[in-house]
């Protein structure tokens, strides 16, 4: 079993700098029960943290016309650091209405999106994974630059220089960090793209990303197309330790990984730039299961130990993944899992595992 590749979410961890407040903006459908249950967890490791509650979400937006409110992105830039659980976006255009996290990612510049794919304990993950994707946040396709044109509707794919720069070094640094072992390739970063039919866009991220690797020596480089790294997430994943990938690519890659984990639920990431760090659960609000109470805390969780090392209590952050790691080997798991326990009966386990 891997267990430290959550531990690295930024090259140099801040020091503690206690006490720190964390934004906790829950969202809508499960975030309404995620983020409690982690609250309830950072709150048991008598660390003295604060916590300030924020609104965002559709639910917001439809009682009050804003999706995300001036004091809720105030809260975040003075604390540096949120716990966000997910919103529900509509599919069509609703006048007005602009998802929280792009807000978020773009007021602060949040321009690295780390999501880690390892194994956990139970017949649902694949064994001896540990990568992490590292997703441009800020440009690409995902951006929605679009346009109508009379019967044509058009999307801008900007990719730059600046973009891809940055990320590649965030990704480098990552790989770094890690120190994937020699036994297992030794630290490497795989660039996944479309040069082959997007000479131009994706071949300008290659470029860019192949010229900070040569800043890198003592980190291997290679290349996968994103159709291929679709299909090898599959059937090898053991072969990669760092992702780096555009936007749109990342998130739909991201996604095939929290597979290896064993689903939505529990998969963590962070949307990390130069102003604030927000932490979420990969998944979104998932109305199919909202208000049952059985939503997995997992994904919230290991976000909140990526939050730890973040603010620079690792010590606190490895009590976490340990403390979810038995949970999970003690088989007490939610619905989507195969099991039968609730959030508040996952939880529970959690904080009595952290006394320990
Ligand atoms: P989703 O992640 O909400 O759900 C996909 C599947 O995973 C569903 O079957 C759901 O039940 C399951 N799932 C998700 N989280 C789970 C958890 N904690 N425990 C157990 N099972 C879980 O994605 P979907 O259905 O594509 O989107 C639903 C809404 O969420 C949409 O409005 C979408 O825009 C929004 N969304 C928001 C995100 C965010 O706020 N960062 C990210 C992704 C989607
Ligand atoms: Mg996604």
């Known amino acids: 079993m891997i267990e430290d590749c959550v531990m690295t979410t930024l090259s140099a961890p801040a020091p503690p700098s206690l006490p720190a407040t964390i934004v906790l903006i829950a969202g809508d459908g499960v975030g309404q029960e995620v983020i409690p ?61 602009q998802s929280p996290i792009l807000v978020m990612r773009r007021e602060f510049d949040l321009y690295a999106n780390l999501r880690p794919a390892f194994s956990l304990p139970g017949s649902y993950a694949r ?19 679009e346009r109508r044109e009379g019967d044509t509707a058009i999307a801008e794919r900007v990719i730059t220089v600046r973009g891809s720069e940055r990320i590649a070094r965030m990704a480098f640094t990552q790989a770094q960090a890690r120190q994937r072992p020699a036994g297992r390739g030794g630290p490497c970063v795989t660039i996944v793209h479309k040069a ?34 679709a299909l090898r997430l599959m059937r090898d994943p053991q072969a990669f330790d760092v992702i780096v990938t555009t936007n749109l690519f990342g998130d739909i890659l991201s996604d095939e990984a929290s597979g290896l984990m064993g689903g939505l639920g529990v998969a963590p990431s962070a949307n990390v ?80 595992g952290l006394e320990v």
């Open 37 to 97: 249950a982690a609250a309830e967890v950072l709150a048991a490791l008598g660390l003295g943290l604060k916590f300030v509650e924020a609104p965002a979400g559709f639910g917001h937006f439809m009682r009050t016309g804003n999706a995300i409110p001036a004091e809720t992105l105030a809260a975040v830039r003075a604390a540096g650091v949120a716990l966000f659980g997910a919103t529900a976006s509509p599919s069509t255009d609703v006048r007005g209405y």
């Open 127 to 145: 064994a001896n994974v540990d990568l992490l994707i590292v997703r441009e946040n800020t440009e690409g396709l995902y951006s929605g630059r």
């Open 196 to 229: 082959n039919v997007l000479k131009i866009t994706d071949g300008l991220f290659r470029e860019t990303c192949l010229q900070v690797a040569a800043e890198f020596p003592d980190v291997a480089v290679n290349e996968v197309l994103v159709d291929t790294m």
């Open 273 to 352: 730039g130069g102003q604030a760090a927000v932490f979420e659960p990969v998944h979104g609000s998932a109305p199919d299961i909202a208000g049952h109470g059985w939503a997995n805390p997992v994904g919230t969780l290991l976000a909140a130990a990526m939050l730890l090392v973040h603010i620079g209590h690792h010590t606190a952050a490895g009590r976490v993944r340990q403390a979810v790691m038995d949970t999970l080997r003690a088989g007490i798991l939610t619905p989507d899992l195969g099991g039968t326990a609730t959030t508040k009966a996952v939880t529970r386990r959690v904080i009595a």
